[in-house]
């Protein structure tokens, strides 16, 4: 699928001179810097070398005096204490920081999973029945809450109070819990927005930690979950994340494994060397969530609190086993929906998918709209059966609000929700087609033709020359890598292969690239293997890459990793 090289824009000379200077860095480091609102000394100083102390104050965030003094008086009063999250990664992790912590402080206190197909999304009625019936007086509720202001009523009902921390966007009817963690309210005068839910629990505890003079270093030991969240809900790395997730990234990597669970789930997803963002993100998420995709989240949850060896490897094979179920099925509905689609000239050619199928996983849907859009890049819905009705999931392409097309159909749903680029939506089976023509007629007016071509955001133009080991260690000096700081993207002219081409698993490329006859480094390019017969001929081509290590058998050398090539 051909891509749009879209460059970013460069600060200004001067900017990018006075940053060079004081830091002595090259100027194409200085404009990479700049690209990422790091502009002075200052700002640099703080994203080289993060520092906890920089964390800020939780009790700046709206209704932290409230909360702290509410867990205090339940902690103090000996209550029964339910800690309460979302299934998915985010939620499972943000579950394990509390109670882990809490139990420490406290024998009356539980955790609580919602299962995702009997109770759904967020603060489920099923939940707060179970904790009337069995006596608790507060619930916690993680990574969800902040639009459940009925069963926070229907709580208050039965006298529980709720401290709800969350980092979604609120609506309008705020919960009238007994205090609400959100930094996006719009009137929480919290200075960083882009907290996991994970992150805001550990906020709350930091707070707790203050006010009751309990060391902090007790809750930094917390978090790899922490980082383990943040990778996990793509959330920006930047600012108070970017510190929280330096710090965790410390912790999985550290001499002596801190957490028998992650460390059981490390070597089930046979990750070697440093853990980073991208293998939380494709080693450890995947497993995480399937385990509420297919089974018992809960399962996630007591591998996370799991203290002994023996006891996290046979809660994250259990883990591992249903990421190997939800594997296959994503494989089996993936190829299913992709030859619906190659099956029907009106999907092949329309400008969205909309697919229904009454046996499709629901668990997987939103996984196998993903893999769709990577073949037809244009936004995506899949439906299959729930409770008498369609429901589905719907992912979106650069630049294209998917919600905005669901809601100009909102009268042929039940129910819909979610953001710009994912959303999920419930339907009368019966309008299916209709709500197919009307989705299609909506973004046939609303999309543009660059929105239906994929992108790559490029850094800067460099010649190989340039990729010296000072170059690259400050390179790695940028990681933690992610939403908001992604890894430097560079595009290299009038290269070619020195004659060690090959094809590897059939589908990818190994090179030997050179660009002045000297200089030549290793480079890998994924599902490349097209492209063989071209760079084999000797035609220089232009390349669009990343630079990172390969560690192969405790060999470290430079490697640059593909991610398009345009021949001359």
């Given at each position: 699928?051909?891509?749009?090289?879209?460059y970013?824009?460069?600060a200004s000379e001067?900017?990018?001179?006075?940053?060079?200077e004081?830091l002595k860095?090259?100027p194409?480091?200085?404009?990479i810097?700049?690209?990422?609102?790091i502009?002075?000394f200052e700002?640099a100083?703080?994203?080289?070398?993060?520092?906890i102390a920089d964390?800020?104050d939780p009790?700046?965030?709206?209704?932290?005096h409230?909360?702290?003094?509410?867990?205090?008086?339940?902690?103090?009063?000996?209550?029964k204490?339910?800690?309460y999250g979302?299934?998915?990664?985010?939620g499972t992790t943000s579950?394990a920081?509390?109670y882990?912590?809490l139990r420490h402080?406290?024998?009356q206190?539980?955790f609580?999973i919602p299962?995702?197909?009997?109770e759904?999304?967020?603060v489920s009625t099923?939940?707060?029945?179970?904790?009337?019936?069995?006596?608790?007086?507060?619930?916690?509720?993680?990574d969800?809450?902040i639009?459940?202001?009925?069963?926070?009523?229907?709580?208050?009902s039965?006298g529980?109070?709720?401290?709800?921390?969350?980092?979604?966007?609120?609506?309008?009817?705020?919960?009238?819990?007994v205090a609400?963690l959100?930094?996006?309210?719009?009137?929480?005068?919290?200075?960083?927005?882009e907290?996991?839910?994970?992150?805001?629990?550990?906020?709350?505890l930091q707070a707790f930690?203050l006010?009751?003079?309990?060391?902090?270093?007790?809750l930094?030991?917390?978090?790899?979950?922490?980082?383990v969240?943040?990778?996990a809900?793509i959330?920006?790395?930047?600012?108070e994340?970017?510190i929280?997730?330096y710090?965790?990234?410390?912790?999985?990597?550290?001499?002596?494994p801190?957490r028998?669970g992650?460390?059981a789930l490390?070597e089930?997803a046979?990750i070697?060397?440093?853990m980073d963002?991208t293998s939380?993100v494709?080693?450890f998420?995947p497993?995480?969530?399937a385990?509420?995709?297919?089974?018992d989240?809960?399962?996630s949850v007591r591998m996370?609190?799991?203290?002994?060896k023996?006891?996290?490897f046979?809660m994250?094979?259990?883990?591992?086993?249903?990421?190997?179920?939800?594997?296959s099925?994503?494989s089996?509905?993936?190829k299913?929906a992709l030859q619906?689609?190659?099956?029907?000239?009106?999907?092949?050619?329309?400008?969205?998918?909309?697919l229904y199928k009454?046996?499709?996983?629901?668990g997987?849907?939103g996984i196998?709209?993903?893999?769709c859009?990577e073949?037809y890049?244009?936004?995506?819905?899949?439906?299959?059966?729930?409770n008498?009705?369609?429901?589905?999931s719907?992912?979106s392409?650069?630049g294209f609000?998917?919600?905005?097309?669901i809601e100009?159909?909102?009268?042929?749903?039940?129910?819909?929700g979610?953001?710009?680029?994912a959303?999920?939506l419930?339907?009368?089976?019966e309008?299916?087609?209709a709500?197919r023509?009307?989705?299609?007629?909506f973004v046939?007016?609303?999309i543009?033709?660059e929105?239906?071509?994929?992108q790559?955001?490029i850094?800067?133009l460099?010649?190989f020359?340039?990729i010296?080991?000072?170059?690259?260690g400050?390179?790695k000096?940028m990681e933690?890598?992610g939403?908001g700081n992604?890894?430097p993207?560079f595009?290299?002219e009038?290269?070619y292969?020195?004659?060690?081409?090959?094809?590897?698993?059939d589908t990818?490329l190994k090179?030997?690239?050179?660009?002045?006859?000297y200089t030549?480094?290793d480079?890998?390019?994924?599902?490349?293997g097209d492209?063989?017969h071209?760079?084999?001929?000797?035609i220089p081509?232009d390349?669009c890459?990343?630079?990172?290590?390969?560690n192969?058998?405790g060999?470290?050398t430079?490697q640059?990793?593909?991610?398009?090539i345009?021949?001359?």
């Amino acid at each position: 699928m051909e891509k749009r090289w879209v460059y970013k824009q460069q600060a200004s000379e001067e900017i990018v001179k006075n940053l060079a200077e004081s830091l002595k860095v090259s100027p194409t480091i200085a404009g990479i810097l700049c690209q990422r609102d790091i502009c002075t000394f200052e700002e640099a100083k703080a994203f080289f070398r993060p520092s906890i102390a920089d964390l800020h104050d939780p009790f700046l965030m709206k209704d932290m005096h409230r909360a702290v003094n509410r867990l205090t008086e339940a902690l103090h009063r000996s209550e029964k204490i339910l800690v309460y999250g979302d299934y998915d990664v985010d939620g499972t992790t943000s579950v394990a920081l509390m109670y882990g912590f809490l139990r420490h402080y406290t024998h009356q206190i539980e955790f609580y999973i919602p299962d995702r197909y009997k109770e759904g999304y967020g603060v489920s009625t099923a939940g707060i029945e179970y904790a009337a019936e069995h006596g608790f007086g507060l619930i916690i509720s993680l990574d969800c809450g902040i639009k459940s202001a009925d069963k926070v009523a229907y709580a208050a009902s039965f006298g529980i109070d709720f401290i709800i921390c969350d980092h979604h966007l609120p609506d309008n009817d705020i919960p009238q819990a007994v205090a609400v963690l959100d930094p996006k309210q719009i009137d929480c005068p919290y200075p960083y927005k882009e907290l996991s839910g994970c992150g805001v629990g550990f906020k709350l505890l930091q707070a707790f930690c203050l006010q009751n003079g309990v060391e902090l270093e007790e809750l930094f030991n917390f978090l790899d979950l922490v980082v383990v969240s943040i990778a996990a809900d793509i959330v920006p790395i930047t600012g108070e994340n970017r510190i929280l997730a330096y710090f965790g990234l410390q912790l999985l990597n550290g001499p002596q494994p801190t957490r028998p669970g992650l460390d059981a789930l490390k070597e089930l997803a046979a990750i070697t060397g440093e853990m980073d963002i991208t293998s939380i993100v494709f080693g450890f998420s995947p497993r995480i969530n399937a385990a509420g995709r297919m089974g018992d989240a809960k399962n996630s949850v007591r591998m996370l609190l799991a203290q002994t060896k023996d006891e996290a490897f046979k809660m994250a094979d259990i883990i591992n086993e249903s990421n190997k179920e939800r594997r296959s099925k994503d494989s089996n509905i993936t190829k299913e929906a992709l030859q619906m689609i190659e099956e029907d000239d009106f999907l092949r050619n329309a400008k969205s998918t909309v697919l229904y199928k009454e046996n499709w996983h629901k668990g997987v849907i939103g996984i196998v709209a993903s893999r769709c859009i990577e073949k037809y890049y244009r936004p995506t819905i899949i439906l299959t059966h729930s409770n008498g009705k369609a429901s589905g999931s719907a992912r979106s392409v650069h630049g294209f609000n998917v919600h905005s097309a669901i809601e100009s159909c909102s009268d042929l749903l039940d129910q819909y929700g979610g953001h710009m680029y994912a959303a999920g939506l419930t339907l009368p089976i019966e309008n299916i087609p209709a709500f197919r023509e009307r989705f299609e007629h909506f973004v046939s007016n609303a999309i543009t033709e660059e929105q239906q071509t994929p992108q790559i955001e490029i850094d800067t133009l460099i010649n190989f020359s340039q990729i010296t080991r000072n170059f690259f260690g400050i390179i790695k000096q940028m990681e933690p890598f992610g939403p908001g700081n992604m890894r430097p993207v560079f595009v290299s002219e009038c290269v070619y292969d020195t004659g060690n081409l090959r094809v590897v698993g059939d589908t990818h490329l190994k090179l030997r690239l050179t660009q002045d006859g000297y200089t030549s480094f290793d480079a890998i390019a994924f599902g490349f293997g097209d492209y063989y017969h071209h760079i084999s001929k000797g035609i220089p081509f232009d390349v669009c890459y990343t630079i990172e290590e390969n560690n192969y058998r405790g060999n470290i050398t430079t490697q640059l990793s593909i991610k398009d090539i345009r021949f001359k």
